[in-house]
């Protein structure tokens, strides 16, 4: 590092006085905006990936979260002169700070210098990708990135990637990201822009990381790949293993809690379910994972449906908190019948048979790909609210009044949109699902798979 410890702190200082002024701007011109997001998931050759894709503008709250975590890192700069050194070995790390706003795990990595530097760009007519750095062990893995190019922000919401090891095969995991525009570049001001991303890979169980990753990203019509080596040696150690294999019954559905892994950027416990003919458990209710000081780590989701045998949970990560004690908490259990019909005519609209009378079909529209259905779930009480409902399975079959059977349209069944309580009229969930435009005989029948219903029983689990 070159010049002198005295110029070094000035210049850090400089640089903390800069960041601040920064924070404050975005706190004095924000506005309430709104937040939009959408959601596409991908099934293909028995892989999942979850792709994620939000374009968000800063509101007051987003703003003041920034701040946070701004002000968290760069107070960093200040005691740990490897931060300092990485700030000089990343040139984008500003820009990380942003994106891993809100990531309490990602935070604190960061304030523990768990980031590998890449520096590596492609660029081809006028675009350029740049992978800044990388966070990596053994169950995830975050890519940074910066691409630029001529108005390249318009069309960030449908920006194409691919994740592959170094031999080219794709991932198995789940891949989201989460990107926002950066401006326009000093020497292109009114026909470029820049954006700044992250890509966010869960591995599934089972899978280990490549020492090499194939990062390609489309941009003006051409792909442009960034091959980013990963230095395993620097997590390869850094992981808790827990065996568990302790029962827990809740409203009478029967679990078996197997494992835990902690490493550094994520949590993950194993659940088995002791299979039930009668009725399906969908979801635990505000599910944590809480030590002894009462901190809440949440869970982000998981791999596999937690009705169907084994199913592995995911949440923040406390590694680097190491707390003594940890146990897996959660409020109750969603959980519905199974076998239960869903009859409706679709020249009519009509909903004939329903389980529950706040499941309703609510329309239907022929589209080019077939007949699109809209399935509402109201009058949703608090705690059925805030999850998503495969109201119909993927992929799943239904019949005519003549019993012929059809198939849900692939690649459908999986968006969804959700609404608070607002009115005291309850929360309302509502999935949109394709089925092919035949000459049906009225009227179809459906099974569903997932619908509101729950028991509240607390569990509380020792994990260690």
Not at 217 to 237: A, M, N, P, Y
Request: glycine fraction near 8%.
């Amino acid at each position: 590092m070159s010049g002198s410890k005295p110029e070094l702190e000035q210049g850090l200082d400089q640089l903390l006085q800069g960041d601040k002024a920064a924070v404050q701007r975005i706190l004095d011109e924000a506005t309430d905006e709104s937040f939009a997001a959408a959601v596409r998931l991908g099934v293909q050759k028995g892989r999942v990936q979850l792709k994620r894709r939000k374009r968000s503008r800063l509101t007051l709250q987003m703003a003041a979260a920034a701040a946070c975590a701004l002000v968290l890192l760069t107070a960093c700069i200040r005691v740990s002169p490897a931060f300092a050194e990485l700030m000089r070995e990343i040139p984008g790390l500003n820009g990380v700070v942003e994106l891993i706003q809100g990531d309490s795990t990602l935070t604190s990595a960061m304030n523990h210098e768990f980031i590998q530097p890449v520096n590596k760009s492609v660029s081809k007519n006028g675009y350029t990708l740049k992978v800044d750095g990388i966070m990596a062990d053994q169950q995830r893995i975050v890519i940074f990135y910066t691409a630029e190019g001529p108005e390249i922000s318009k069309d960030a919401s449908g920006t194409e990637y691919k994740i592959a090891d170094g031999n080219g095969s794709p991932l198995e995991a789940m891949i989201g990201s989460n990107y926002y525009s950066i401006g326009k570049t000093e020497t292109q001001p009114d026909t470029a822009n820049s954006i700044h991303d992250m890509i966010d890979i869960m591995l599934v169980d089972g899978v280990p990381v490549p020492s090499e990753i194939q990062f390609s990203l489309k941009l003006g019509g051409e792909w442009h790949e960034v091959d980013i080596t990963v230095d395993r040696s620097r997590f390869e150690q850094l992981r808790e293993d827990i065996t568990l294999n302790k029962s827990i019954d809740i409203g009478g559905q029967k679990f078996i809690i197997e494992k835990a892994l902690v490493t550094p950027l994520q949590a993950s416990v194993t659940i088995r379910k002791v299979p039930d003919s009668r009725m399906r458990a969908n979801h635990f209710i505000q599910l944590a994972l809480v030590d002894e000081k009462g901190r809440r780590w949440e869970t982000k989701g998981g791999f596999g449906m937690l009705d169907d045998d084994t199913t592995t949970l995911t949440f923040q990560s406390n590694y680097f908190e190491k707390p003594q004690h940890l146990r897996l908490v959660a409020d109750g259990l969603l959980l519905s019948p199974k076998g239960q019909k869903f009859v409706i005519n679709t020249e009519t609209g009509e909903t004939l048979e329903t389980p529950d009378d706040r499941i309703q079909l609510t329309s239907v529209k022929a589209t080019t790909s077939g007949i699109k259905l809209s399935i509402e779930a109201k009058r949703l009480s608090k705690p059925e609210q805030g999850y998503g409902y495969w109201l119909l399975n993927y992929k799943a079959t239904f019949h005519d009044a003549t019993g012929e059977e059809f198939m849900l349209k692939e690649g459908d069944g999986i968006q969804s949109s959700s609404r608070g309580d607002v009115d005291g009229s309850g929360g309302t969930y509502e999935a949109y699902y394709t089925i092919p435009d035949k000459p049906y005989k009225q009227p179809l029948t459906f099974e569903l798979y997932q619908y509101p219903g729950y028991v509240e029983q607390p569990v509380n689990v020792a994990i260690k």
